[in-house]
C-alpha cells in the first residue's frame, strides 16, 4: 500500500506487561476511510495494540500515523474503564467531545450547543440530557460514548469492543453510524467480537494471536482453520511463559 493511502502503518509493534510480551512483531496496514477490525481469541492482545495505536501503551517498533490524521485521532475505551460515578450530566458528558475546539474560558457558542443536541436527538439520548451518567443503561452510555466521538469530529477513530454486550437496536444504530463514518471518508479500526457483524460490514480484518497471523477481508481472517491457528499459536505461548512460583 502506498503510503499516502495508509491511515496507520504498524511495523513491528510489541507491548509488554514486565517480563511478558502480550504483543509482538506486528507488522499491519490500515488503508484510508474504511472499517478495519482487529480479531482474534481471548488475550491475542488486540486491546493491548489498540491502546498502542492511541498512544495509551508503551510499546516497542513503529505506529505510523498519516500526518494529516494524527491530530485527529479519537478512541473509545472498553465501558468497564470508564468511571461512571463522576458527577456530570448526559449533555456535558457529550459535550466534552468539544473540548479541543472550545476557546480558552469561552463557553460554548450557539452551534456547539445545536450540535450536542442534535448528536443526542440522533442517538436516541434526547430525553435523557439532565440525567447523571450513572443513571443510564449499558446501551444508553454506549450511546453517549458514541455523542461524543461524533462531536470530537475525528478522523481516525480506534474503538476497543464497541458492541461488547449491548443490546440489537443499538448494536445496529452504532454500526450504521460506523458505516456512515465510513461514507465520510474517516477510518474506523475497531476489536470486535462479534463475527457475524466483521463479516457482513468490515472491509478488512487483522487475526491476532500475540502478533498478526492475518490481514484481509473479513472471510479469511475469520475463517475456522486461521482461528484454530490462532488459538493453537496463544495456547503455545501460554505454555511458553514460565509457570508462577
Ligand atoms: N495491565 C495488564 N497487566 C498485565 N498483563 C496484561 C495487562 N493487560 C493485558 N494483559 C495480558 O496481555 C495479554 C493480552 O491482553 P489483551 O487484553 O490485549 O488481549 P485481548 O485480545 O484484547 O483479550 P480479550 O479479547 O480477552 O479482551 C493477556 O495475556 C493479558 O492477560
Redesign the pocket.
Known sequence: MAASDAAVQLHGVG?R??S?A??AGVQADFSRAALHAIV??????????I?AMAGLQRHSGRIEVAADLRPHMGYLPQRSQVDRSFPITVADFAAMGLWPRLGALRGMSRAQAQAVDEVLDRLGLQTLQRRLIGELSTGQFQRLLFARLCLQDARLLLLD?PFAALDEDTTTALMALLQTWRDQGRTVIA?L?EQAIVRAHFDSALL?AGTALLQGPADAALAPAAWRHAERQLARQAAALPSPA
Open positions: 507491548v506487561y514486565g511478558q502480550a504483543v482474534g481469541p481471548n488475550g491475542a492482545g488486540k486491546s493491548s495494540l491502546g469492543e476489536v467480537h491476532m
